[in-house]
């Protein structure tokens, strides 16, 4: 499993990574270590400790080179390797391999080196330190939250089903579903890099869907059951019911989920095959293993029944309805969620609006959103790989390897092209946001050479040329991706290839992709939920209906977590993280593409009961009534159930797994409340008529239109 498959190998920066490796010896570090003293670094006792450390890693084969204070103590340079007190040395190591063998071989490190050494305490930092420890994290993370979601699921499930062996049959499910993910998800990891984050996500994924699906299935058959249907009916009905909700939800989903695979990201794609995989999984345990069950337990289903006779009242009244017994009115034994539809039905214009005003509301903080990619604030506060940042930062101050743009144009001889080379230095220091830019020619700002040259303290290569460009700002400002885009405009000297690397470059190389697919991924998944909407109702206003519905729920759990995450309003209330004013960019396209599913899930749900009852009753206000009465307990325990999962995993130090759960959980609750609660009748009344509009071209046969 990998951290890594933000960047493609291929992108800019990566390349300008290998080129300043190859021709300069130059890069940031993958791994920084701290070897803090009680006495000053220069004293007989920690310099023969640090010397001994620099020995040690060295020679490990893993090791590409290590620059350590203790190496050259005296050379130009090494006083910016000691600390500020004198009581602190660094290392700069440089790793081997790419982006899954450098956590590997960072990890190994770090096992035998972090501690006491001697007369030297030893921490580390830097990219790869950062990625061994939040798949740490995520293990640990992952671990908590299974062991909290079974028994919370369980006694929610009771609370549901009011019946202890209706409420296991779920959790058998569960149990299947999430063993199968992740035996599902070691396989592929054979065939393609898994991220570590996919594990996760996709864990979380597993339980819900087979909570969902176990849900309508259960439901479904014990009102069948209870209207007074034999087993075989009872069950042909729930699989020509519930079943094909299932079958269509599980298409929603994965549809939905295949959108991420338009995207170049390894991160993002491993997220996708892993969820489609936990989809096919849930949907087969639910339409297999559980109607095998429901035969096996069947004249026991209602042992250690609670409050049975309410729902079985409940199922009662419903199989009366459907088979034309009970009351005279069919809107004489609605329940309170059948209430509510009424209510937002006789006064659609007032609700529609109250309702669509505070989602926008709600989603108005996402249009301050600034993205910026992941690295080692993620990690709780207490994590000793961010307490050694605190401390590098704080004894040493802005590195220069953390903050700098790199340009190296390869195949450049800057000896012969001098006045090229300084022409260029001229443009690029002239770009809005640059502070300096340093090249073998000497120092530029705004245009002009500042200082001369100085051969010691910048490297030559032959065959290619490097500069080194100082931003305005802070070093992880977001704002870099644009002076990235910028500085990469900049006309090179002729017959020369640039490659731009740093911070800023790299940000640009993940976020222009997602912009240039983006497109395609949101057709993706209209596509998607227009097509599942369209076979489940042949109807084009309920498919564009939930459409709009969907998107006003993720819109604003967008702005929520905008206004919580990034600003950090509320913040203590989710656990420690640190607030970076940024949101981590991947975030949203995963979120968008997971909830929808799920919101897609919920609607087709009801509008599975709405059409039963529309074609009873021919009503809309009783058939939206009576479809919400009858579906709503059951998606609205399934949110809350999924929120309860999530809020479990949420308890995790990661932040970003924190931010897709919290924003998931708050997506699916929305949704199942007061979306489809209030939202739905409203815009359904007011719709009328057109809901039922079916063009020809749809048309299979006309008795299932009636």
């Known amino acids: 499993m990998s951290t ?90 440089r790793l081997r391999g790419g982006s899954d ?43 908590r939250g299974e062991l909290l979601a079974f028994p919370v ?29 992740l035996a599902a998800m070691r ?40 209207g007074g249907a034999g087993r075989d009916e009872a069950l042909c009905t729930t699989w020509a019911t519930a079943g094909k909700v299932v079958v269509l939800s599980a298409a929603s989903v994965a549809l939905s989920l295949s959108a991420l695979l338009a995207f170049p990201h390894r991160v993002l794609q491993s997220i996708a095959w892993g969820g489609i995989t936990v989809v096919v999984l849930a949907a087969t ?31 009662i009244r419903r199989g009366e309805a459907r088979r034309g017994g009970g009351t005279g009115s069919p809107l004489a034994d609605l329940g309170g969620w059948g209430r509510v539809a009424l209510w937002a039905a006789h006064r659609p214009v007032p609700v529609a609006l109250a309702v669509s005003t505070g989602l926008v509301l709600l989603a108005a903080p996402f249009t301050q959103v600034r993205f910026d990619l992941q690295d080692a604030r993620a990690l709780p506060p207490a994590s000793a790989v961010v307490q050694a940042q605190h401390r590098l930062e704080d004894e040493f101050g802005t590195v220069a390897w953390s903050s700098a743009m790199t340009v190296v144009l390869p195949r450049f001889a800057a000896d012969e092209r001098a006045g090229e080379l300084d022409g260029y230095a001229r443009r690029l220091s002239r770009v809005s946001g640059v502070r300096t830019v340093q090249a073998a020619t000497g120092r530029y700002a705004a245009g ?42 900049v006309p090179p000297p002729a017959q020369s290839t ?37 076979l489940l109702t042949r ?100 949110a809350l159930i999924f929120a309860a999962v999530l809020a479990t995993t949420a308890t995790a130090g990661l932040a970003t797994v924190k931010v897709v759960c919290v924003g998931a959980a708050l997506a699916v609750l929305l949704d199942a409340t007061v979306v489809r609660g209030l939202l739905v009748p409203a815009v359904m009344r007011l719709a009328g008529r057109a809901n039922w509009w079916c063009p020809r071209i749809l048309t299979r046969d006309q008795e299932r239109n009636q």
């Open 448 to 489: 002009q050479r500042t200082d001369a040259p100085v051969p010691a303290r910048h490297p030559t290569a032959p065959d290619a040329a490097w500069l080194s460009v100082t931003a305005q700002g802070e070093p992880l400002d977001p704002a870099q991706a644009g002076l990235a885009d910028r500085l990469r405009a």
């Open 285 to 315: 345990a639910a339409l297999t293993v559980l109607p095998a069950l429901l035969c096996a337990v069947e004249r026991r289903l209602e042992f250690g029944a609670v409050f049975a006779s309410y729902r079985r009242g409940r199922g």
């Open 539 to 638: 109807r084009p206003v309920l498919a564009v209906k939930a459409l709009v519905m969907n998107v006003l729920s993720l819109s604003a759990s967008f702005g929520a977590l905008v206004f919580v995450f990034q600003e950090g309003h509320g913040a203590g209330l989710l656990g420690q993280f640190t607030v970076t004013g940024t949101t981590d960019i991947t975030v949203p396209v995963v979120l968008f593409c997971i909830t929808f599913g799920l919101s897609m899930d919920y609607e087709l749900l009801l509008l599975s009961r709405i059409l039963e009852e529309h074609r009873r009753t021919g009503s809309t206000t009783v058939a939206v009534a009576r479809g919400l009465d009858a579906s709503a307990h059951l998606f609205t325990w399934a």
């Open 498 to 534: 640039v490659l731009l690397g740093g911070p800023g470059a790299r940000l640009s190389d993940v976020q222009q992709p997602l912009l240039e697919r983006l497109p395609w991924a949101l057709g993706i998944v209209t596509a998607a939920g227009l097509l599942v909407v369209l």
């Open 101 to 143: 063998e450098k956590p590997r071989a960072a990890e190994r490190l770090m096992d035998h080196e972090v501690g006491r050494h001697g007369g030297l305490e030893v921490s580390a930092t830097g990219e790869a330190a950062a990625r061994v420890e939040m798949a740490r994290q995520v293990d640990r993370d992952r671990a």
């Open 4 to 93: 890594a498959g933000f960047l493609s190998p291929t992108a800019e920066s990566v390349r300008a990574d290998r080129a300043a490796e190859a021709h300069f010896r130059l890069g940031a570090p993958d791994l920084v270590l701290l070897a803090r003293a009680r006495q000053p670094v220069d004293r007989a006792g920690p310099a023969a400790a640090g010397r001994e450390l620099t020995r040690r890693v060295a020679a490990d084969p893993a090791v590409v080179r290590v620059r350590s204070y203790w190496a050259a103590p005296a050379s130009a340079g090494a006083t910016a390797l000691r600390s500020k007190d004198g009581r602190t040395g660094l290392l700069l190591v």
């Open 187 to 226: 396989v592929l990891s054979a065939f393609t890099e898994v991220s570590v984050y996919a594990v996760t996500v996709n864990t979380g994924l597993g339980f819900a869907l087979a909570v969902d699906y176990s849900l309508f299935m259960v439901s479904r058959f014990r009102e069948e059951r209870a």
């Open 153 to 181: 699921v369980a006694v929610l499930l009771l609370v549901v089903f009011r019946s202890v062996i209706a409420a296991l049959l779920p959790v058998v499910v569960i149990a299947v579903a999430v063993l199968a993910t």
